[in-house]
């Protein structure tokens, strides 16, 4: 049991207990006004399955904000751990632990409570190895950014985009009399998706290591490649990923390892998000495509622009845990604290 005492002292702060706690984890989220009143939120729903967005980590842990008199649940918070690579220097590999999911019943919020669970889970990274600590929140959720950037001392890592586009409006998407008898889309193999991303990868400035657990995964449907077949080379890979979102439960297929090279990157990005979407129709209860990318990633510019096309700002945020047990700290430190833009983006935590 994690137990601090900083703040909020009629509050304890355990692991979560499968057996008797599901209903009220559920029950909680449930209750949390989620989001922001104005514009677009996108939330991955944990309903029913709290372990979803973490159970692909071999360490990851729930822990729980309980009352000291009543044990009623008020806060929730998981945490992951995964080796990660980074650009600069290069091949520099950290370990990195990554927040999802906090959230705090409203009658117990500005209390401490959030600062205590996040608190609480760094302890949990520190101990399992972490060196560092990052999560991602919307731009325009001011209480996050409060409690993180001034609170808890984190600093500004990543500004990405999420891409919403309705599967249902395939056909609004602008066109550039691309024909189809120019352009090839296959489905490879995972061994292929491996061999090509382990080199893709080396281009990002952040990537996970376990690739191939990421590809493997059963909710992956596969990893296609597309491009013009008078010049014969692949241009764009993506995988996709079946999810789903929060309020009025709906599928959606996730776009995450998107890479392009060449000179005709608009009309394939284009092409497969076409491809895209009418595989989203075909699937039941699928309404939307998405994607995120970095502001820094060159096929952030390319991503096909529709009236029903919905733009989320996301903000990535790191904080480095401890100095223990680090070669190079000084490196490392500095190469966390530079911004970066062209990132991987894991789906396991969407």
């Given at each position: ?94 370990k990195?632990g990554?927040?999802i ?31 560092y ?73 952040l ?16 990893t ?8 014969g ?60 990318l970095?502001?820094?990633?060159p ?27 680090h ?10 604290k ?7 983006v ?5």
């Open positions: 049991m994690v137990n601090s005492t900083t703040e909020c002292k009629v509050v304890i702060i355990r692991e979560f207990d499968k057996e008797r706690d599901v209903k009220v984890v559920e029950k909680l989220e449930r209750n949390c006004e989620i989001g922001t009143k104005k514009g677009v939120s996108i939330f991955t729903n944990m309903m029913g399955d709290p372990l979803s967005r973490i159970r692909f980590y071999p360490i990851h842990v729930i822990l729980v904000a309980e009352l000291l008199e009543s044990k009623e649940i008020v806060g929730v918070v998981r945490g992951c751990i995964k080796n990660v690579g980074t650009t600069t220097p290069p091949g520099s590999l950290l990195m990554c927040i999911g906090l959230r705090v019943s409203p009658t117990y919020r500005r209390k401490g409570v959030a600062l205590k669970l996040v608190t609480s889970l760094e302890e949990w990274m520190v101990r399992n190895g972490a060196e600590s990052y999560l991602a929140t919307e731009k325009n959720n001011e209480a996050s950014k409060a409690l993180f950037a001034l609170k808890c001392n984190y600093v500004s890592l990543s500004s990405l985009v999420i891409f919403v586009h309705p599967t249902s409006t395939s056909t609004s998407l602008p066109t550039k009399h691309i024909s189809e008898r120019d352009i090839k889309i296959e489905k490879v193999n995972i061994d292929q998706a491996i061999s090509l991303y382990k080199r893709i990868l080396k281009t990002k400035e990537y996970p290591l376990d690739i191939d657990t990421i590809l493997k995964e059963k909710l992956s449907l596969g296609w490649v597309c491009y013009y077949k008078d010049e080379c692949i241009k764009l890979q993506n995988i996709i990923l079946v999810s789903e979102s929060l309020s009025r439960p709906f599928g959606f297929l996730f776009l995450y390892g998107l890479h392009g090279e060449g000179n005709n990157l608009g009309n394939l990005m284009e092409f497969i998000w076409r491809f895209t979407s009418r595989l989203g129709e075909s699937m039941k209860d699928c309404r939307v495509v998405i994607t995120e970095g502001l820094g990633d096929l952030a510019n390319y991503v096909p622009q529709t009236d029903s096309m919905s733009c989320i700002d996301d903000l990535w945020y790191t904080k480095r845990l401890s100095s223990i047990g070669n190079n700290g000084k490196d490392e430190e500095m190469a966390m530079r911004y970066v833009g062209n990132v991987f894991d789906p396991r935590e969407f």
